[in-house]
């Protein structure tokens, strides 16, 4: 079992920035790979980006790309999502997911891939 909890959701204006974190527990957070998803009102949810165990790999949608970064800290169990220039079209849950799947396999944007997932973070992008 692997336990998540995301942090740093709030109200920003269009232009701003906000930093996500998610922490995470229960299982050797350096084994799996990490990712972020989001679901804005009415939609269904989808890929942002993800990294790899290692943090070696990262993989963004073409939405965020660019203006944003994921990071992850191994000896902390925390990983990080750092969005900037923020669009209203961003307004969404935004939910961090763990990947536990085969050792050595590749990063996947596919959220039924991912095992485990956190209660998500509110993020409201004002025009």
């Known amino acids: 079992q692997v336990q998540l909890v995301e942090s740093g959701g709030g109200l920003v204006q269009a232009g701003g920035s906000l930093r996500l974190s998610c922490a995470a527990s229960?299982?050797?957070?350096?084994?799996?790979?990490m990712g972020w998803f989001r679901q804005a009102p009415g939609k269904e949810r989808e890929f942002v980006g993800a990294i790899s165990n290692s943090g070696w790999n990262t993989y963004y949608a073409k939405s965020v790309k660019g203006r944003s970064a994921i990071s992850r800290d191994n000896a902390k169990n925390t990983v990080h999502l750092q969005m900037n220039s923020l669009k209203p079209e961003d307004t969404a849950v935004y939910y961090c997911?763990?990947?536990?799947?085969?050792?050595?396999?590749?990063?996947?944007?596919?959220?039924?891939?991912?095992?485990?997932w956190g209660q998500g973070t509110k993020v409201t992008v004002s025009s």
């Open positions: 997911a763990a990947d536990l799947g085969v050792p050595g396999a590749a990063v996947t944007q596919d959220q039924y891939d991912y095992d485990f």
């Open positions: 229960g299982r050797t957070f350096s084994s799996y790979h």
